[in-house]
């Protein structure tokens, strides 16, 4: 009986554990599947696209790539989570080469996915300040996936105008 008694109370907790992060890991999921997508994209461009621009002003393809990257450690650091060390903020943006951006693109992602998973449920309602707006840590952490959303929608764009099929749709 006591055996009985001690497993249902561990499964309980296990099960409440998992259910505390459901949330989390759900965004972890998607963005783990945009961050496929993207680096399928980066790599469906050839190195001479990189530089291509739909109008004077506006993002390159290589800018775009570049600013999801150093945006996924922007709302990072706002939500209260330190930059790595080896992470140049203001060198990011200029990084060349597709094996260079991958790099930098797959490790914003693993930071970004390591410290959704790090905030605690019980932390969703916590007031967050951007400086362009305050929100809840939750809003905070959707406002990550959404933004890479965005910018994924607009490299689709930037692919389609250089005659480049988003390999998903092949």
């Known amino acids: 009986m006591k055996f009985l008694v001690s497993l249902v109370m561990c499964l309980t907790t296990v099960f409440a554990t998992a259910q505390d992060q459901v949330v989390q890991s759900n965004l972890k999921g998607l963005l783990s599947h945009q961050q496929s997508q993207i680096v399928d994209l980066l790599n469906a461009f050839s190195e001479d696209q990189m530089d291509w621009r739909p109008a004077e002003g506006v993002r390159s ?17 706002g939500m209260g989570f330190e930059t790595p060390e080896d992470v140049d903020m203001n060198a990011i943006n200029n990084t060349t ?3 260079n951006m991958e790099a930098a ?9 390591d410290k959704i998973g790090q905030i605690n449920s019980s932390d969703f309602e916590k007031e967050v300040d951007f400086g362009f707006a305050k929100m809840s840590m939750l809003s905070a952490m959707m406002l990550v996936l959404e933004h890479v959303s965005e910018h994924k929608g ?17």
Do not use: C, D, T
């Open 105 to 113: 693109l797959n490790k914003s992602f693993a930071f970004i996915l």
């Open 97 to 99: 080469g597709k094996e």
């Open 154 to 170: 607009q490299l689709i764009a930037y692919a389609r105008s250089n005659g480049v099929v988003p390999p998903w749709s092949q």
């Open 61 to 77: 393809v290589r800018e775009a790539f570049m600013h999801i990257a150093s945006s996924n450690y922007f709302l990072a650091s």
